[in-house]
């Protein structure tokens, strides 16, 4: 259940030039969780930014939470300069999180840049599950998390947009799309900027193939309260203002409505 | 001023702690966290007569310990709000302020006549939306408009009528005048200021509207002083708003004139905090006078 | 925009970025830190017909990111500014702009009849101060005023002429109009927006007036708005101000349509903010159009 | 010369209860010091309060200075909270301080609370250069600073408001005046509370006896740019608002004009 706690800080690493793992302690009240879903999170001390800023959870176990964040403006800057002991001020578990009800036998999991923690805990899950996973990764320059992923991906492939030795050079989704031309029989799940995300929605509508999008929109509460957080989503041939807070973060690949900035 | 049975003119609230509309859903969202009869009272999100999708997004900026909000007005209309809501909010026990907006008068008026005949406590009647181009606003920077606004609200319903007013005035004492004698019970302030912020990156304002309206602790000496000065002129109580993010800021705007205050942006940074200004009040406040 | 001679309609700056009248003394203050031909203009101290002790203190309460102030117009009077301080600040390559407040509109004019003929670049006229009685903020919230004002000032003087305005008021773009036809060359924006803090141990206002003007990061994103619409009804440049901190503040008010810029409230927390400004904005804007 | 500078702290101490020590760095471009002098300090990584705030030097060698600071509310938490090895922006050295060009033979010290740390470098010039020193110093219970002052005073009186063994119970200047009540030839300094400097005031008017007050008010710039911080004070018959950070804060006790609140 939703709750705010404030939550010790076990450890944070920079895990990669301006990306930092975050691990906090795991509070009981805060029930079952499920991979997609965020946290409002911003250290207890801070007075400045006002708000919290959602954070997707990238993984967990009994007693603790991963988040992986990168560092972008002063709120994430003030979380990434924490230091284990300190407290960070906690709302969660936010979202619908990914539904892994009845998952489907193969799942082919598209992650770019920061877009890639979250999926972290689906791959996992879906793998525990039984679903064959296959995971595009795809990064500016340097990876991170990839072994996380080899542990559970069936297969793993890199992708890259400035050229790395041994890694795929380009769009990830482009990658995808060619390993993949004919398996579309796959669902798809993907997080990563509204860009790639647009070329994900697409690609698999020039292919009749199914998938959710994790999406991201300005938040204040995060709870659903304010309506800031709204996304033009189109169900039954009509675009709603929903939530990415509550009915989001994950939709149907299909519902998102990208408008052209 | 005191913590137990707080009367606002009509509307008598268990305790002076009420949460700012459009910060707290339909109170919904909040169940979760604590339990909603430890409110004096929840105006709702700004209900119009029909249903509205609001504003394109980025409806959100954040400012120096404020933020720029451009939500518009969704909400599933006031129907929607009674069959839907009403029911929710009934059980539990706290007052419900219907906080309503119109294009035009007549939807105003509309409106009141619906929730004359329904289970709300008090009428909000919102002349201060910065956020949509017809009414709202319009309505809350004339004092002519302001009077004719609430006398019209006032002649179709008996219920307690709050008046919302607008901090975007050069003088807001006329405006409060104004409501006062046209019938208002009671006032409410301040909405939000209007505002703007750029992104640097794109160069373009950071809201898609461009233009929203600014709350949080940076408005906070706005609106104590707006309290301030339309208490000195006005025989009507006050519900002060504006940052209020602790005891201490509440406590402000009660030694400002404010009989009751309201919780508006500290709901979204701290889904706690209206039980713990109530909380922290309880020291600065008579429990009965 | 560009870093280098910025014309402001008849007053050319070596670069867009001054200081805020009331937050730089007379310069001397500020000479210890840096030399003072970095900046493109010095506002100084708003001057008065005759010397003025200001008001009572305490003149200063803090809030969230922003202070109020209540100093009253304290000043040694426009002939002591002439005489002891012109010198001084011509020591420097800079623009000195002469901000003026009168407690009747014979004050202005009278005051722009002295300076029309002293070694000054341009007469600022401040119909905005909150902080006095009579005269000030009562010529800036008002149309027909702010228009009278702004003639007869430029009925006596050829010198370059900026109207400061006021932020409280229902529409800025009136009075900016009002000021423009009536002869402003350049729009200075936003003063302090009227405010108030109490102190929770005496339960008085913090300060001895009551209520003083905010300034400060607060109220940045209403300064913004207000450059954004004010930029789109005139033709006369404006230096906005108001909560400038840093570069990317200054380019906030650039974006949203200003020519120049001032530092205000960022002189008193750090006295290095106007050079530090002026680097960062290299980044930003291009040497020459 | 004034100038502003990042100083990292040396040292920092709770040397009574609420009561700091903060020992910085000395920067060569602050030039000479003078005792009553005060910085503008702030902790450089805050950004709220806005606001820098007034510290008095208590003392200060070739190498630090030492301020001593009362925890009162946000800033001065901060300040107090900081750690060894973090940054102060410092703005100083401000204010008129204690004339020393011709001390007098004699002086008393009258310090009230954290009143009595900026009285400690005057106290050790005065003697230096060969003043005889009473210093009295008024606490509410618990005293600090005295081994300081033990070193340099010629006589040390201390008082406090609630009785502590061994110690003078009760005001300060009732202290001083009952034990030198004839000895209206020292030169008095004072520093305190508002109503104990009201106080040395009315007594020394009393007693025709010279004196200065170190004198505090609201500041916000420190450098004599806004007026905020001004106080009136009466010259030639006349009352005139100066600046608290340039023409004081040490004035003749006989000038500054009390209002009653
Ligand atoms: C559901 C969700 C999950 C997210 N998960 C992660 C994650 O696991 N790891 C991670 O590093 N980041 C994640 N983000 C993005 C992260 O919230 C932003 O990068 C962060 O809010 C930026 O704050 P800032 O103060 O550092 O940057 P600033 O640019 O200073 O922020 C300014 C304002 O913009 C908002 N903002 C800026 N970028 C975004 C964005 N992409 N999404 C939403 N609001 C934004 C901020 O919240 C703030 O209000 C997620 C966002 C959402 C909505
Ligand atoms: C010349 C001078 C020298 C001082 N020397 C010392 C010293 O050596 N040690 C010490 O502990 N304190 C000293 N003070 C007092 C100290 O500046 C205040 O206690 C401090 O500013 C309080 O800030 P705060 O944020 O902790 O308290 P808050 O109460 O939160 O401050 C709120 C506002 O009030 C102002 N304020 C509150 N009390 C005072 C005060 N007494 N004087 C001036 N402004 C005040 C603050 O600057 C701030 O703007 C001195 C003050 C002055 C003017
Ligand atoms: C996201 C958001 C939505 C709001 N929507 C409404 C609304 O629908 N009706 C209304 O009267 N006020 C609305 N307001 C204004 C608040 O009720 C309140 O007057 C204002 O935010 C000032 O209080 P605060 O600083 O505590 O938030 C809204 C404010 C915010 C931040
Ligand atoms: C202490 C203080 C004194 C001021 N005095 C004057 C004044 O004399 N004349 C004037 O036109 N504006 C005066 N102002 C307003 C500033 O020039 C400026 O318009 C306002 O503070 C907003 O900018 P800021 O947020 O950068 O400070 C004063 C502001 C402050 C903080
Ligand atoms: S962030 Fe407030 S409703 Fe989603
Ligand atoms: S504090 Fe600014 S003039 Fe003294």
């Known amino acids: 259940m939703k709750a705010i706690r404030d939550l010790k800080i076990i450890k944070i690493d920079e895990i990669a030039k301006g990306i930092f793992s975050l691990v906090l302690e795991r509070h009981l009240d805060f029930g079952a969780l499920k991979p997609g879903q965020f946290f409002n999170l911003a250290l207890k001390s801070r007075e400045l930014p006002l708000l919290k800023r959602p954070i997707s959870l990238s993984t967990w176990d009994d007693t603790t939470m991963t988040f992986v964040i990168r560092k972008v403006g002063k709120g994430t800057e003030l979380l990434c300069a924490a230091q284990p002991g300190e407290w960070v001020s906690a709302v969660g578990p936010l979202g619908n999180g990914f539904d892994l009800e009845a998952p489907a036998a193969e799942a082919t999991l598209l992650g770019g840049g920061i877009g890639t923690a979250p999926l972290l805990a689906l791959a996992e899950m879906l793998s525990a599950a039984g679903t064959k996973v296959n995971v595009y990764l795809g990064y500016q320059n340097e990876p991170y998390l990839v072994e996380n992923f080899k542990k559970v991906a069936d297969g793993l492939f890199i992708a890259t947009m400035e050229p790395v030795d041994g890694l795929y050079h380009g769009n990830v989704v482009e990658y995808w799309m060619a390993q993949e031309a004919d398996e579309t029989e796959r669902h798809v799940y993907s997080c990563g900027p509204d860009a790639m995300l647009h070329m994900v929605q697409l690609s698999l509508k020039s292919r009749s193939q199914k998938g959710h999008l994790l999406t991201e929109e300005r938040m204040a509460c995060g709870i659903g309260a304010c309506l800031t957080c709204a996304k033009p989503i189109e169900r039954d041939g009509e675009v709603h203002m929903l939530r990415t807070c509550i009915e989001g973060p994950v939709f149907k690949a299909e519902e998102v409505v990208f408008e052209c900035k | ?289």
């Open chain 2, 1 to 289: 001023m005191q913590m137990n049975n707080v009367d606002l003119n009509g509307l008598v609230l268990k305790n002076p702690v009420t949460v700012a509309s459009g910060t707290f859903g339909f109170g919904r969202e909040f169940s979760d966290f604590y339990d909603l009869s430890l409110l004096g009272a929840i105006s709702v999100k700004g209900l119009t007569l029909k249903p509205r999708e609001g504003n394109p997004v980025p409806r959100l900026a954040e400012t120096p310990m404020g933020m720029i909000n451009s939500v518009g007005l969704q909400n599933p209309g006031v129907e929607a709000f009674i069959r839907d809501e009403i029911p929710f909010l009934r059980t539990f026990d706290t007052k419900i302020i219907a906080n309503i907006n119109g294009n035009t008068l007549e939807e105003y008026v509309e409106m009141a006549k619906i929730l004359d005949k329904e289970d709300v406590d008090s009428i909000e009647v919102n002349i201060s939306c910065p956020n949509v181009k017809s009414g709202g606003m319009a309505f809350g920077t004339d004092p002519l408009m302001a009077s004719k606004v609430t006398s019209a609200v006032r002649n179709v319903t008996s219920k307690h009528i709050i008046v919302k007013l607008s901090p975007n005035v050069t003088d807001i004492r006329t405006i409060a005048k104004a409501a006062e004698v046209s019938g208002a019970n009671c006032l409410s302030m301040i909405n939000t200021i209007t505002g703007m912020a750029f992104d640097l990156k794109t160069r373009r304002p950071i809201i898609a509207n461009r233009i929203g309206g600014l709350s949080g602790p940076a408005v906070k000496p706005v609106g104590v002083r707006m309290v301030y000065e339309t208490a000195s002129v006005v025989g009507i109580p006050i519900i002060g708003m504006g940052g209020i993010m602790n005891a201490e800021d509440a406590f402000e705007y009660i030694l400002a004139g404010a009989s009751a205050i309201a919780v508006g942006t500290g709901n979204l940074v701290n889904p706690m905090c209206a039980p713990q200004v109530l909380e922290g009040l309880k020291k600065y406040l008579p429990a009965e006078v």
